[in-house]
C-alpha cells in the first residue's frame, strides 16, 4: 500500500474531523499531495493540494476558508483539517500523490489512496 488514509468518521454538522494519510514511497517530498472526495452519485473531486516542501497551498471554492492541508515530509505524512463541516462534505476521501498542482488537477496521479468515510449529518 502506498498511501494509507484514516480519521474518518460520522461527525455533526459545524464540527471538526482531521483526515491523516501516511504514505510507503521513498520520496515523499518529491510528490504534490493532493486530496479529493467523492459522494454518491457524483464525481470524484478535488479538495485541496499542497506542494512538496509545504509552502503553497490550493483549495477548491467549495472548501476554501474551511479546510487546511499540511503535511510533515520527516512522518510522510499528510493532513487534512477539516473545520465547520456541512452535510454537502459527505464523501468518500481520498488521498493522492502527483508531480505537479497540474498533474493532480489534470488527475494524472501516481498513487491513490484507498479512501475514508467522512459523514455530515445535520
Known amino acids: 500500500v502506498q498511501l494509507q488514509a484514516s480519521g474518518g468518521g460520522l461527525v455533526q454538522a459545524g464540527d471538526s474531523l482531521t483526515l491523516s494519510c501516511v504514505a510507503s514511497i521513498r520520496t515523499f517530498s518529491n510528490y504534490y499531495m493532493g486530496w479529493f472526495r467523492q459522494a454518491p452519485g457524483k464525481e470524484r473531486e478535488f479538495v485541496a493540494g499542497?506542494?512538496?516542501?509545504?509552502?503553497?497551498?490550493y483549495y477548491s471554492d467549495s472548501v476554501k476558508g474551511r479546510f487546511t492541508i499540511s503535511r510533515a515530509n520527516a512522518k510522510k505524512t499528510v493532513y487534512l483539517q477539516m473545520d465547520k463541516l456541512k452535510s454537502e462534505d459527505t464523501a468518500v476521501y481520498y488521498c493522492?500523490?502527483?508531480?505537479?498542482?497540474?498533474?493532480?488537477?489534470?488527475?494524472?496521479?501516481?498513487?491513490w489512496g484507498q479512501g475514508t468515510q467522512v459523514t455530515v449529518s445535520s
Open positions: 493522492a500523490a502527483g508531480g505537479t498542482l497540474k498533474a493532480l488537477l489534470d488527475r494524472a496521479i501516481d498513487y
Open positions: 499542497i506542494s512538496w516542501s509545504g509552502g503553497s497551498t
